[in-house]
């Protein structure tokens, strides 16, 4: 049974709350305990829509009544104090709270954003660089750029000789920064955004990644080209003797002329099977194939080689940095559709910069939402100290982690020092101004995240359908635990109370139309296991609890597996076979071939129980159920508001 759901059906319909003019009133009292009007409302009408039949309001309102008591002997019984209930509560909160902390709109913005860029190619030059520990560095590198720029736009040098002077990037300052022509969702968010934005002759601002700070020249712009599907055999000539290279030029040439005499149908198992036998690549295994790949996902001379192929078609030696390669080119296919592109495009935003921005943007909204801000005069008390210790060190740090001085307020909150320097580490720095500029962060940082576990913590206050929802998975939760205690879990452990009940109620039981057989079956391995375990037990009745024990410390659980069984003919094979003259059943396909009935007997009725437990269990259950709810209501007092429930029947 899903504890979840154990209070109602599945979540699935229109939200009912409390207007404004009543301000959500009081509908009842269940020991002491007020249930809201907005809370009836909602599982009145959610009950209702997964009935065939509707219950009117006063019907509900009984098995609503009940509903309430139940939970109210929970919550009497501690169980919702218990760190059991804590935990699957909060998971199951926090679930729940997750479409509402999410902010959507950010990804799907960044989502076809992506996607609009990837039906254009960029073709761009950058100059680089690196990025430094030193923020002062930093800081000198960012001027040093913004100057290079200048310098470009003045007319002073083209982009190529500042690149060649300027970039610390080796792998393009030599061609000049030139990067080639570039796809979206490969690149840092920032390096492609201004890349997009940035006009044809233009160069961008200064912009920063994890590698350092750049500068963009765009060149072109192009439609995208889609994907292309390829194979290449490659005979390696880097890192080799001239002589050894020349010999890789010779090899590759005389493949060549065997692949260049197949016919078109022949060329394509041909490439292949060379290819997995010449070829100094590791596709060699998948005879040559590189699967889909796009523009800048290949070595230049490679891509251009490819993307000049027509499917089906076999390119002529080509050289590359790694060696030289013939290519044949099997099929090509377009970006796709949003929908296709949809998963991998999340995938990069979550793996890359862009993956913040929904959280940034969503902080952003809740720290205007709740008023969340610096308490100033705080914030200049703290400055005050660090000026007065001379840096941001550990003696700094170590007052303020147990300091109750408030520095932000969120709603009607106010979190203290301590709670966000507990989190700071304490590195040491010796310059001041940086030691400001840390806690600045760090106070901005916390801004955002308390203004976020604010709208966490009062969800319920903001929204009534989460309120309701979230009700109803506690009082679920508190349902199933008091009812497992005092109804299910107990009827089925109390086989003193269940064999009591049979007998006294015996006769609604005594209904069977067939005999039945009850008693063991006892599967062997092996014929001479089944004939030792029938002299083992010839002449023995053994207690019927001890029977599985019994045999299985005699010949092994490996040799020898018991079930009790209670059957009408007609209803088992085996016990037709056993019990009531039937065929023997057929041979299954497992190790369990040989068997015979121990204790066997046929019955008309039931003798206890056992041999009903199904239908008994359930009747006493029942029972339980029964007495427990007319204890409830003698237990806890219930006040209905009759004035407030007639408004309810009115609408």
Known sequence: MNKRLVSLALIATTIFCASAKNDNPTLMKVNGKDVKLSEFEYLYNKNNSQQVEKQSIDE???????????????????????????????????????????????????????????????????????????????????????????????????????????????????????????????????????????????????????????????????????????????????????????????????????????????????????????????????????????????????????????????????????????????????????EECKPGITMAINNDDRGLLPQKEMEAKMIEKHNASIIQKNYNKLIKDLDKYGAYDSTFIAKYKNSDLALIKVGNETVPAKKIFAKTHASLYTNKDYGKGDINHNLKVALGAEAMDYERRHLEDFYPEFRNLVNEYRDGILLFEISNRNVWEKASKDKEGLEQYFQANRAKYDNWTSPKYKGFVIFTSNDSIMNEAQKFLEGKELAIDSVATTLRQQFGRKDIRVERVIAAKGENPIVDYIAFGGVKPEAQKNKWQCYFGYMGKQLTSPEEAADVRGQVTSDYQAKLEKEWIESLKAKYPVKIYEKELNKLKQK
């Open 60 to 338: 509900y309102v009984d098995m609503f009544v009940t509903y309430k008591l139940k939970v109210a002997d929970a919550e009497a019984a501690g169980i919702d104090t218990t760190a059991a209930f804590r935990n699957e509560f909060n998971g199951h909160r926090n679930e729940l709270a997750t479409p509402y902390l999410e902010d959507k709109s950010t990804m799907n913005r960044l989502i076809e954003e992506t996607y609009n860029r990837m039906k254009e190619e960029v073709n761009v030059s950058h100059i680089m660089i690196h990025i430094s520990e030193d923020p002062a560095k930093n800081k000198e590198s960012k001027a040093r750029l913004d100057s290079i720029r200048n310098e470009f736009k003045a007319g002073n040098g083209t982009f190529a000789e500042l690149a060649q002077k300027y970039s610390t990037d080796r792998s393009t300052s030599n061609r000049g920064g030139l990067m080639g022509w570039i796809t979206a969702n490969r690149w840092p968010y920032t390096f492609e955004e201004a890349a997009w934005a940035t006009n044809i002759g233009d160069v961008s601002n200064v912009i920063e990644t994890f590698a350092g700070f750049h500068i963009i020249l765009v060149n072109d712009r192009r439609e995208a080209r889609g994907q292309v599907n390829a194979k290449h055999i490659l005979k390696l000539t880097h890192g080799k003797s001239p002589e050894d290279a020349e010999k890789a030029k010779v090899q590759i040439d005389s493949i060549y002329n065997v692949l260049a005499s197949k016919s078109t149908a022949e060329l394509n198992a041909a490439f292949s099977e060379i290819a997995s036998t010449e070829s100094e690549c590791g596709s060699r295994q998948k005879g040559g194939d590189l699967g889909w790949f796009g523009t800048g996902q290949m070595v230049p001379e490679f891509e251009t080689a490819t993307f000049a192929l027509n499917n089906g078609e076999m390119s002529k030696p080509v050289k590359s940095q790694f060696g030289w390669h013939i290519i044949y080119r099997v099929a090509d296919k377009g970006i796709g559709t949003l």
